[in-house]
């Protein structure tokens, strides 16, 4: 079965995702994205696939997984059952954290656990404790203290010693062949013109189905229709453009973002964050002063 592609939203002024989520999630899948993926159990017991490695986990399992590796947590729960918090995640591209090891030569050390990383790297209880309460304050951490935290993991991962390779040395992740699978074909269009018009018949196209097979494929990949999916990926690229300095206009983000009616966008915002953008932005200020304050 080939992988689904994940696509990851790096947020506007910040370098990497940290992020937790609950049991079902539409992201649990056989699924990969381009990103090195540090992955902690916090809740549940149950079996994980890194590659071509299958393996059982509890709670503190700590692993990272390199680019395009693909990857996959199942909890063994009764039907039904919901679990709100299950792990917590944190997400890098591989040009970002290159790119930090140039500027930052004292980061060298971690190139052997970043190469490992590329068949999945299993790190030991200990290490995985030791980050547990780093890994809980980076998901709601700002600004400076966001670097803070995610330097102080890349060390702890740097100095583990006790840890092991999951997927055998055979297995070589290809992404132009997980990328000949139809859907991953429109999720990569979805993620390259979020901004631009589409409709599901372009994308059905694009993954070469018709489109309510495509619409069917779509929701079992995803777990969600697609305009709830598109709406999502938009809603939260006009958070990063609100959290911006340069008090861009609501009005123009709707647009700039890909909708083409503000009442619709408005209405849409308050769905997914609770919020109209404008209390999104004063929140966002007032938290911003806060933290400058302190």
């Not at 992020?19 to 916090?42: N, Q």
């Not at 006790?162 to 269009?189: C, E, F, Q, W």
């Amino acid at each position: 079965m080939e992988p689904d592609l994940e696509v990851v939203q790096i947020r506007r002024g910040e370098s990497f995702k940290a992020w937790s989520h609950g049991y079902p999630f539409h992201t649990v899948r056989w699924h990969f994205h381009p990103e090195y993926e540090l992955h902690h159990v916090v809740a549940t017991r149950g079996r994980y696939f890194v590659g071509d490695f299958i393996g059982e986990f509890e709670p503190g399992n700590l692993v990272l997984t390199g680019p395009n590796l693909p990857h996959n947590w199942v909890s063994e729960l009764p039907v039904g059952t919901t679990v709100p918090l299950r792990c917590r995640i944190v997400q890098f591209s591989e040009d970002f954290i290159g790119n930090a090891i140039k500027v930052l030569p004292e980061l060298g050390s971690l190139d052997r656990v970043l190469e490992q990383s590329r068949h999945g790297v299993l790190f030991a209880p200990n290490t995985a404790s030791d980050i547990a309460s780093v890994l809980e304050e980076l998901i709601e951490a700002q600004g400076v203290r966001r670097i803070e935290l995610f330097m102080s993991i890349l060390g702890a991962l740097s100095r583990a010693g006790d840890v092991r390779t999951l997927a055998s040395s055979r297995y070589l992740p290809d992404p132009s062949g997980y990328m000949s699978a139809g859907i991953n074909k429109a999720l990569a269009h979805i993620g390259g013109h979020l901004t631009e018009p589409f409709n599901e018949s372009d994308l059905a196209a694009i993954a070469g189905q018709s489109p309510s097979a495509f619409s069917r494929s779509f929701r079992r990949h995803t777990g969600m229709a697609l305009v709830q999916y598109v709406n999502r990926l938009r809603i939260n690229l006009a958070c990063q453009l609100l959290m911006g300095d340069d008090a861009m206009p609501i009005t123009e983000i709707c647009y700039a973002v890909g909708f083409n009616n503000l009442s619709n966008f408005n209405r849409r915002f308050l769905t997914q964050k609770g919020m109209s953008p404008s209390r999104f932005r004063i929140l966002m200020v007032e938290n911003t002063r806060a933290a400058e304050a302190a």
